[in-house]
């Protein structure tokens, strides 16, 4: 089960047969065969049977005779089981050639029982037959035999497991899709109706809507929770925004474009919004989230899912946990008895059940936490996180912390993966990932991030601020103690504990820090940072910047990330932090570590200029003033010479058709530099210095004509987006009126203006890239 595991399905693959193409065009020329068995159309059965042997047809079409007149629509298809159960058999081999150990050569072959079947009209036959009850006119209803549907959905099934063509050609059916929605009320054929559901919606060009199927509200509400939870795998690719697949079109200059054309709800987001509106929808995914595995359905359910559906078993890497998880066990046991006779007693075969039992829970929770944390990231954020606070989410997931999400015995040192959502892993690994992303979901920005705590931690932060003689934050006052976690610890504080103990090249390191980070986004809270740093984090930050060997760019910018919001205008961090850089040349080793990609580390060069410029205007304090005295970082970014340089590279390094959510914060950390230095009256002397640079590299003009293309889309960009202005300003504690003025004065038209980047460039070299700007 592809989706699972937050991958692209793997049945979509495979090739369609060539061979006896010149028979089959001239069978299909002479109309003979068209797109199935004409009625009434008979062939002889001597001439079928010997082309067949000739063809090696392997009896398809003989088989679809047979089906095609025990299926007339008069008929009541008692005899249409038997031929269904042939045709299956045979089409299930070749399917089971497809994932199973031999996938690699089934994949550099070719399916010839599919590709006959499907060419003879086979497929559409057995769409005819399931959606012949909706078709009739007859007052009553056919009803068809359950084991009938199954088995002309797992024939479909194997179809598309070996035609990419079959997949695509249901697709394009909206009918027959919305119908097999309407198959899903029957437990005995949802499972194999899902499956399908699943592999159709993989391939659909056009997403589906929600809204579109009936009784839409009524179904949902009929599941079981393991219905629910299958469900979820197909609102996976329904409420999340397709991938356009193309790196140019991730660009802000093609979203924006985009988001214009598009200038009304999406249907991702139209699908969020229909569930939104099923009553208990969301409470009922937070108790699948939160549910124990002895409060799950026991596992000879899930062994009878697995005998009736056996492509569970896709994936090898599913085998490969279960198997290790018991091996693990076995050692367990073995450590705490010796005695041969206790293991006899005890064998591989009696424990896999439990196992298997984890991990179809586990697969459940992927696609749950997977659903939940997209609608946190839509539209209706705020109406999604003040349930999620209701039904108690977080205090589940954090008792669940130690026995399942983050068992003692799982095992680790996995390989380092991608870091996309998308990443083909083992359920683990993708269950510890999707949590990570759902606790990023839930703090970032949003007053709620106080339930990660318990009530004794809650109590921490405010005997900090008393402590400091600050106020409380008002987000911290207002938090409903009686939805905070449980327990002696809180999830965040359970999430810094295992994050210092992962592997130094464990691909857990990048969501850690950005689940924690997250935590620390917003308005800068004192409390909030004296909290982390009593618990050590940016000491072991700056080990695993400085002294791990850390070669990953998405770890080393995830670490960058969360160590600016934790010493963002905090003097005691930034006494820690010159501490620990003060012996063995570590400051040397961390200063090349930022050098060597400053896209990836320019928010944490922009939070230690915006604290030195804060430390600067409060000289009266003793402690402030030791810490600038003594602080490399501090002294070496004090240094004009030094900001210029930062300043140079990082408006050289992007430009308007380069820009990307990743990269725009190196535009923005360009502006904190020139803002300060407008408040202190030296932007003139900043904008001269680009000038000189780039007179001195030979390039006249075109660094200074880059940064005015630049911040004419930063205008267009951010004045348009309410909640990216206000993110600029709870970050820097910059008016963002201070930032829009300053953009205004820099594109400033006079040309007598000290102030305007214009006045820098001479004339010749005015709006070299005019053209470009054409967005």
Excluded at 112 to 127: A, S, W
Excluded at 255 to 279: C, D, F, G, M
Excluded at 525 to 547: H, P, T, V, W
């Amino acid at each position: 089960m592809a989706t699972l595991l937050g991958s692209e399905s793997p049945w979509t693959g495979g090739k369609r047969s060539v061979r006896n193409g010149n028979i089959i065009a001239k069978i299909r020329h002479s109309q003979i065969v068209g797109r199935g068995f004409s009625r009434g159309t008979q062939l002889p059965l001597a001439l079928l049977q010997e082309r067949d042997k000739q063809a090696k047809w392997h009896g398809i079409p003989e088989l679809l005779q047979k089906l095609h007149e025990s299926s007339h629509p008069n008929s009541d298809l008692s005899h249409t089981h038997g031929v269904l159960k042939e045709l299956s058999s045979l089409l299930s081999m070749e399917a089971m050639s497809f994932v199973t150990e031999d996938r690699k050569s089934a994949q550099e072959s070719t399916f010839p029982i599919t590709y006959t079947f499907d060419l003879f009209g086979g497929v559409d036959l057995l769409v005819e037959i399931l959606m012949r009850p909706t078709l009739t006119m007859q007052k009553k209803k056919l009803k068809m035999n359950d084991d009938l549907v199954n088995d002309c959905l797992s024939v479909l099934y194997n179809c598309c497991i070996c035609t990419e063509g079959v997949t695509k050609s249901l697709a394009a059916r909206d009918d027959f899709v919305l119908f097999l929605f309407t198959l899903m009320t029957n437990k005995k054929t949802f499972l194999q109706t899902a499956t399908l559901i699943e592999d159709i919606l993989g391939v659909k060009k056009a997403m589906i809507q929600l809204e579109g199927i009936a009784n839409l509200s009524g179904l949902v509400q009929s599941f079981d929770q393991q219905q629910l939870a299958n469900f979820c795998r197909i609102l996976s690719v329904t409420v999340s925004e397709p991938d356009v697949g193309n790196d140019d079109k991730h660009t802000l200059l093609a979203k924006n474009a985009q988001q214009k054309q598009n200038s009304s709800l999406s249907r991702a987001e139209v699908n969020q919004v229909t569930l939104l509106n099923i009553p208990g929808f969301i409470e009922r995914l937070c108790k699948l989230a939160t549910r124990k595995v002895s409060e799950a359905t026991g596992a000879s359910n899930f062994l009878q899912e697995l005998e009736d559906w056996y492509t569970w078993l896709d994936n090898a890497l599913v085998l490969d946990a279960l198997m290790q998880m018991a091996t693990e066990e076995s050692e367990h046991t073995s450590t705490e008895s010796s005695d041969e006779s206790s293991l006899a007693t005890s064998p591989l075969r009696h424990r896999l059940p439990q196992s298997m039992k984890i991990i179809h829970e586990i697969m459940y929770k992927v696609e749950v936490l997977y659903v939940l944390c997209v609608l946190l990231m839509g539209s209706h954020r705020n109406q999604v996180h003040k349930m999620l606070a209701e039904f108690r989410l977080i205090p589940g997931l954090n008792n669940l912390f130690d026995k399942l999400i983050w068992r003692k015995y799982t095992s680790s040192n996995h390989v380092v993966h991608g870091q996309s959502e998308n990443c083909d892993c083992s359920p683990e690994i993708s269950f510890k990932i999707q949590f990570l992303r759902l606790l990023q979901s839930f703090s970032d920005h949003h007053e709620n991030k106080y339930l990660l705590l318990n009530s004794q931690e809650l109590n921490e932060l405010s005997a900090i601020s008393l402590k400091a003689n600050i106020p409380e934050v008002e987000a911290l006052v207002n938090t409903d103690r009686s939805l905070v976690c449980d327990g002696k610890k809180g999830l965040l504080t359970r999430l810094l504990t295992v994050m210092k103990k992962e592997p130094q090249d464990s691909s857990f390191r990048f969501w850690q820090a950005r689940a924690v980070e997250s935590f620390l986004r917003g308005a800068t809270s004192y409390a909030d940072q004296m909290f982390l740093l009593k618990r050590g984090l940016l000491e072991n930050m700056l080990f695993c910047i400085i002294d791990s060997g850390c070669k990953s760019k998405d770890v080393l910018q995830s670490y960058f990330d969360l160590l600016g919001e934790l010493m963002k205008f905090n003097i005691d961090a930034f006494k820690r932090f010159n501490i620990y850089v003060s012996v063995d040349n570590k400051f040397q080793t961390f200063m090349t570590q930022i050098n060597s990609s400053l896209v990836d580390s320019n928010m944490l060069v922009r939070c230690i200029i915006l604290s030195l410029d804060r430390f600067e205007s409060q000289t009266e304090d003793i402690k402030v003033v030791e810490v600038l005295s003594e602080c490399c970082l501090l002294s070496y970014l004090a240094r004009v010479e030094n900001r210029l340089s930062f300043l140079f590279r990082l408006v050289n390094i992007i430009n308007v058709q380069t820009l990307t959510q990743e990269n725009v914060s190196c535009l923005n950390t360009s502006l904190v530099v020139l803002m300060l230095a407008r408040r202190k009256g030296k932007l003139p002397f900043y904008l001269q210095a680009l000038r000189e640079k780039e007179h001195a590299e030979k390039y006249p003009g075109c660094l200074l004509n880059n940064f005015h293309n630049l911040l004419h889309f930063w205008q267009r960009h951010y004045l348009n987006r309410d909640k990216d202005s206000t993110c600029l300003e709870n970050s820097s504690c910059i008016p963002f009126s201070y930032w829009n003025e300053t953009v205004s004065v820099l594109l400033g038209s006079d040309r007598t203006s000290l102030c305007a980047i214009g006045s820098y460039i001479d004339e010749p070299f005015m709006d070299l890239d005019r053209d470009l700007l054409e967005y």
